[in-house]
């Protein structure tokens, strides 16, 4: 069983269009994450969701809009696609929002922007 | 907030020789310092970690040492293997905004020549 899955693992879309991937973790966690990893392998969060609540938002466009239906899940809507928005997005999850909690990390969606 | 560097950026030994990878750190507040692997087109995985109590941790060829007054931790690699070769990131928790998030070192491109 896969903890952290995300989908779609490969998106290709035009400019300005609208996409969102997929995150669901089985670990019983309450934390979860996204973040983004750009093409020279630096990892920034993006935002932190404890208990289906916003925690961690940090400089990120309003186009990026976080959305978690429950604590299982985090999904990511992106509108009017940039080609600065190519990276890979990893979602990730913890047990708490502690200052000593281990986070593991789906297998990241690639988003190419053309 | 947190600021982690981390050094090299690119790693080359031969087969059997060991690794070792640096990172500092700023927030001395910070308690918890995980380190990640992440092969080609996969997401991070926790590989090892060590919390501000102790000051050295092994597990098999792979071990952590922290030094919490010069705020610099390191990974130890031994007797590498090919399989070793991937992207290590070094990380620590630190709190901002009266939250806690990971932030990342740069990573470093470890090769492991056979």
């Known amino acids: 069983d896969t903890a952290v899955s995300q989908t779609p693992k490969y998106l290709v879309t035009q400019m300005g269009n609208d996409k969102s991937i997929k995150c669901e973790q089985n670990?019983?966690?309450?934390?979860m994450y996204w973040y983004k990893q750009d093409s020279k392998k630096f990892l920034k969060i993006m935002f932190s969701y404890n208990n289906k609540e916003l925690i961690i938002n940090e400089t990120v466009p309003n186009r990026f809009s976080p959305k978690s239906p429950d604590k299982a899940h985090l999904n990511l809507h992106i509108n009017s696609l940039e080609l600065g928005d190519s990276a890979v997005y990893f979602c990730?999850?913890?047990?708490?929002?502690?200052?000593?909690?281990?986070?593991?990390f789906g297998q990241g969606t690639r988003l190419t922007v053309v | 907030g947190e600021n982690v560097e981390q050094h090299p950026s690119t790693l080359s030994v031969q087969e059997g020789d060991s690794a070792v990878i640096k990172c500092t750190y700023s927030d001395s507040a910070s308690n918890y310092f995980p380190w990640y692997k992440q092969e080609l087109g996969k997401g991070p995985q926790l590989i090892i970690d060590i919390r501000s109590n102790v000051g050295e941790k092994k597990d098999q060829r792979i071990a952590v040492t922290l030094n919490k007054t010069a705020k610099h931790f390191s990974l130890h690699i031994t007797e590498t293997q090919p399989e070793d070769s991937a992207v290590y990131f070094c990380?620590?928790?630190?709190?901002?905004?009266?939250?806690?998030?990971?932030?990342f070192g740069k990573g470093t491109k470890l090769s492991v020549i056979p």
């Open positions: 990380a620590a928790i630190g709190s901002g905004a009266g939250s806690y998030q990971l932030t």
């Open positions: 990730a999850s913890s047990q708490d929002q502690g200052p000593d909690t281990e986070a593991f």
């Open positions: 670990l019983g966690h309450d934390t």
